[in-house]
């Protein structure tokens, strides 16, 4: 087990490449340097021959609580050099297959990068959360555009715009993830469904990938860079400054 930056290991076994976010202490909440080390291992996996699939999950109980919102108020993103929008780039153009366990809380880009992924377990105690609203922000990784295709938009709207939790039968019925596990089933069964992924032939896998893909390719990408650029905006807004000071002194 090697890592791409403190809290992001990356391992290579039968054909699968896992990368694991590992800072359980805070939730697994995603830093600057963890968005580069999460950039760095996808990209390890793209040039690894030995890597036909990229298997990504959290910590015992946590997938991730999204961004770290001290970092959203310290070292906000500023544009499309920024770690978090090159982590959505990366996801959003690998060429290999994107296996995701979820296991507890997945938290804002914890839920929405899950719409880049191609096969997504989730454990019984998974939850789903896309609060953007309730943080006076709004809707991410591709999910204003996505999310209603998806759900329809009914569904969507009601995700986006009370922001409220789901749960993982909730996340099945809307067709988020592909299955719902034990807690102790999860990570085998994700992990077993990746290795079955990487015994398939690797190029007929990747043409496959880019053919599902390709029909919203472009539009992802232009609603990535929109969302972007509003939700920079809102970062700084006394709405979201309250929001982040609230969850700060909850205690
Ligand atoms: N950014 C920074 N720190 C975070 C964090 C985040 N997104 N999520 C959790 N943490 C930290 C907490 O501040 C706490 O740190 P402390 O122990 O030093 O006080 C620690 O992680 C544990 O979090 P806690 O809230 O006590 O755990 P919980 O099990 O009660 O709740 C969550 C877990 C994920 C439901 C809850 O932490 C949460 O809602 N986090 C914010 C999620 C969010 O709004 N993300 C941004 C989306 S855009």
Same mark, same amino acid.
């Not at 939730?27 to 830093?31: E, V, Y």
């Not at 021959?49 to 036909?52: Q, V």
């Given at each position: 087990m090697s890592s791409t930056s403190e809290h992001i290991r990356y391992d290579v076994a039968d054909g699968v490449a896992s990368v694991a976010i590992d800072r359980a202490s805070k939730?697994? &909440?995603?830093?600057l340097e963890m968005y580069e080390g999460l950039v760095a291992a996808f990209e390890r996996a793209a040039e690894d021959? &030995? &890597?036909?699939v990229i298997l990504l999950h959290g910590a015992e109980g946590v997938f991730t609580a999204g961004n770290d919102l001290l970092d959203f108020m310290q070292n906000p993103p500023t544009g499309e050099d920024s770690a978090v929008f090159r982590f959505l780039l990366a996801l959003w153009s690998a060429e290999k297959p994107v296996v995701v366990a979820v296991d507890g809380p997945a938290v804002g880009i914890g839920t929405t990068l899950l719409f880049h992924a191609d096969l997504i377990y989730a454990s019984e105690r998974a939850r789903f959360h896309m609060p953007f609203i309730n943080l006076g922000l709004v809707p991410e990784g591709g999910s204003s555009f996505l999310l209603p295709r998806l759900a329809g938009y009914a569904k969507a709207n009601e995700l986006l715009m009370f922001g409220e939790p789901f749960d993982a039968q909730a996340a099945l019925s809307i067709g988020l993830v592909n299955e719902v596990l034990p807690v102790d089933a999860l990570l085998p069964r994700a992990r077993a469904r990746a290795r079955e992924l990487a015994q398939r032939p690797a190029e007929a896998l990747r043409a496959s990938k880019r053919l599902i893909r390709e029909g919203t390719r472009e539009a992802v990408k232009a609603t990535l860079q929109r969302e972007g650029a509003v939700f920079i905006e809102r970062l700084t807004s006394p709405e979201a400054m309250a929001a982040f000071q609230a969850f700060f002194q909850r205690k």
């Open positions: 939730k697994n &909440a995603l830093t021959e &030995a &890597a036909r």
